[in-house]
Each structure stands twice: as structure tokens, then as C-alpha cells.
């Protein structure tokens, strides 16, 4: 069993790897199978399976300017949430979006993120084609 340091540590390292843009750390700490589910119909909504997908989609979602802010670790019995405020702009486009991402865990490592967005209509407005 994952004790509440290591669930903390996890979701700490997940967010300096995106931050820091270490793609190299994101693989460290993620099942080759991960799999990252994203409501609606944006460029990084859907499923991004394995771990190329899903730092594929980290990098859209830095390459776009957006800021993580960390709100809060939640520490459930056996996995970790975050809780965010993602901001950025672009142009006229304007993202400030209040989202959770759920890590499910895997012999200490993310096999599983699932995100819940406040408005998916802006996340779908936001990330388009450039």
C-alpha cells in the first residue's frame, strides 16, 4: 500500500514535470499504459493512451501558454487528486478554467488520469488550431 507521503509526492513530481517541461521525470512516475481522459471536444480532449499520448498532450497544454496553479493535494485511500486553477491567454482567448485530476495509482507510479472540468465550453474555445 502507497503511503500519503509517496500519493503526495506523486502528484507534486507530476506537476514540476509539466511545469518544467521534464518529459523525462513525467515518465518516471507513469505505467507504460496510462491512459489520461478529457472532457470535451477540444485538441486535448478525449483519451491520450500510453505514455508518448499523454506527454504529448502535457506539451500542447504548456506549448499554449497555460499556468498550473496548484490549489490543493487530496489524498483519497488509495489515490491522489489535484485541484487546479489553469490560466492563460491568447489573442482575445481567454482560459481560467477550476479543474480536478484524479491520478489512479499503480504500484506507486499514475496508471490513470481522469480530469473534471468547471467549463468545457472554454476549454474547448481555447484550445483550437493556432
Given at each position: 500500500m502507497?503511503?500519503?507521503?509517496?500519493?503526495?509526492?506523486?502528484a507534486?513530481?507530476?506537476?514540476t514535470?509539466?511545469r518544467?517541461r521534464?518529459?523525462e521525470?513525467?515518465r518516471?512516475?507513469?505505467t507504460e499504459?496510462i491512459l489520461?481522459s478529457?472532457?470535451?471536444?477540444?485538441?486535448?480532449s478525449?483519451?491520450?493512451?500510453?505514455?508518448?499520448?499523454?506527454?504529448e498532450?502535457?506539451q500542447?497544454i504548456?506549448?499554449?501558454?497555460?499556468?498550473?496553479?496548484?490549489?490543493?493535494i487530496?489524498?483519497?485511500?488509495?489515490?491522489?487528486?489535484?485541484?487546479?486553477?489553469?490560466?492563460?491567454?491568447?489573442?482575445?482567448l481567454v482560459?481560467?478554467?477550476?479543474?480536478?485530476?484524479?491520478?489512479?495509482?499503480?504500484?506507486?507510479?499514475?496508471?490513470?488520469?481522469?480530469?473534471y472540468?468547471?467549463?468545457?465550453d472554454?476549454?474547448?474555445?481555447?484550445?483550437?488550431?493556432v
Amino acid at each position: 500500500m502507497i503511503t500519503d507521503t509517496e500519493k503526495n509526492n506523486v502528484a507534486q513530481q507530476f506537476l514540476t514535470a509539466i511545469r518544467n517541461r521534464d518529459w523525462e521525470l513525467m515518465r518516471s512516475i507513469m505505467t507504460e499504459d496510462i491512459l489520461w481522459s478529457l472532457p470535451g471536444t477540444s485538441l486535448i480532449s478525449g483519451e491520450a493512451r500510453g505514455v508518448e499520448a499523454v506527454i504529448e498532450r502535457a506539451q500542447m497544454i504548456v506549448n499554449y501558454g497555460v499556468t498550473l496553479a496548484l490549489k490543493h493535494i487530496l489524498l483519497g485511500q488509495h489515490n491522489v487528486a489535484l485541484s487546479l486553477n489553469n490560466t492563460a491567454r491568447r489573442g482575445d482567448l481567454v482560459l481560467d478554467e477550476h479543474l480536478s485530476i484524479v491520478c489512479s495509482l499503480r504500484d506507486g507510479k499514475i496508471r490513470r488520469l481522469d480530469t473534471y472540468l468547471s467549463d468545457v465550453d472554454m476549454l474547448n474555445t481555447f484550445f483550437v488550431k493556432v
